[in-house]
């Protein structure tokens, strides 16, 4: 705010400051991805790495601190502790640091290290808990179950507030409140679908009911792993994959299927091929679900599905600093 001298008396221009990093959750930019998807029809990607925590769940970690604080639930100061594949733990850390809240978090040690380096960084304290059948990158039921039990653990030791991502709703009002009106906004009511990987479920339930009250036309798709398809109805195949935070080869209990049109399949080779271009022709660099989200919608344009010249919504959901590069000779 700079200050303007006047009459001898010191007056302060008007500003956007903003009051902490809360404020910074969310208005994030919708960008035309041209180049990848030169058309007919058109890509447009919700930057969500650009959320404070880098990723799209800093909506649901502020949300459901929001209502757990109204409700009575946690009480100022009290400790928070989550289960986490990363993301979620970011989010968390970002709300808890700028509220006051002592946060522990529990990951599967095949999550990407970085992401326990951020939460920590953020002052929250991150336990990383060995995997049961999964590799490193690559993280299956199994493997969240067995943190789920330490999390549990800690929750009864600290007589913490548990925020249960998975069961909350809170999550998906999130998107909702926020992201779907969003896109509704700065697509100029122009969605003709809507595509989105599946982890909790809290940001595509959210997200297509809110926009499919606006347009019950719009036609919303869920991204799954290639071999590891329950929403669609399939047997799980292929347990492990790269797509970390997703796919866990379960149907969340948050996922409604009234908001869902069908289901669209993505392999590894798909989703780090669109990781890549989104990096080498848009000059964004983001996750491996962000590439899948990507491949998915340029499957859906040339499926057949939808009009060849529709506009497709989907989101890039955090940034690839998140991630431990993983080497093409082990992308199968």
Request: proline share 5%.
């Amino acid at each position: 705010m700079a200050p303007i001298a006047k009459n001898n008396e010191v007056k302060y221009e008007e500003n956007d400051i903003k009051a902490s990093a809360l404020e910074l959750i969310g208005n994030t930019p919708i960008v035309a991805l041209d180049r990848v998807y030169t058309g007919p029809g058109r890509i447009l990607a919700k930057c969500e790495f650009m959320n404070p925590g880098a990723s799209i769940k800093c909506r649901s970690s502020l949300s459901m601190i929001n209502r757990a604080l109204k409700s009575g639930e946690l009480q100022p100061g009290a400790p928070v502790v989550e289960v986490t594949s990363g993301n979620q733990g970011c989010g968390l850390a970002v709300v808890c640091a700028v509220l006051g809240h002592p946060l522990t978090l529990t990951m599967s040690k095949g999550n990407s290290a970085q992401r326990a380096i951020h939460m920590e960084a953020l002052g929250a304290k991150c336990i990383r808990v060995d995997q049961v059948e999964g590799t490193y990158g690559n993280v299956t039921l199994a493997d969240v179950k067995a943190v789920e039990q330490v999390g549990l653990k800690i929750v009864a030791e600290q007589n913490a507030y548990y925020v249960n991502q998975f069961n909350n709703d809170a999550n998906s009002d999130a998107h909702y409140e926020s992201t779907g009106p969003e896109i509704w906004k700065q697509t100029g009511h122009h969605v003709d679908a809507f595509v989105a990987t599946v982890g909790t479920a809290g940001t595509f339930v959210g997200t297509s009911r809110y926009l499919k009250e606006q347009n019950p036309d719009i036609k919303t798709y869920v991204v799954e792993p290639a071999g590891a398809e329950p929403i669609k109805g399939d047997e799980v195949k292929k347990p492990l994959h790269l797509l970390q935070g997703s796919g866990y080869g379960c149907v969340p209990n948050l996922f409604k299927f009234d908001v869902m049109d069908g289901t669209l399949a993505v392999t590894d080779e798909e989703a780090v091929k669109y990781k890549d271009l989104i990096g080498e022709k848009e000059g964004l660099y983001v996750g491996y679900t962000s590439g899948a989200n990507v491949a998915a919608a340029v499957k859906l344009l040339e499926s057949g599905l939808i009009p060849e010249d529709s506009w497709v919504v989907t989101l890039l959901n955090d940034t690839g600093l998140k991630y431990t590069p993983v080497p093409k000779e082990l992308v199968k």
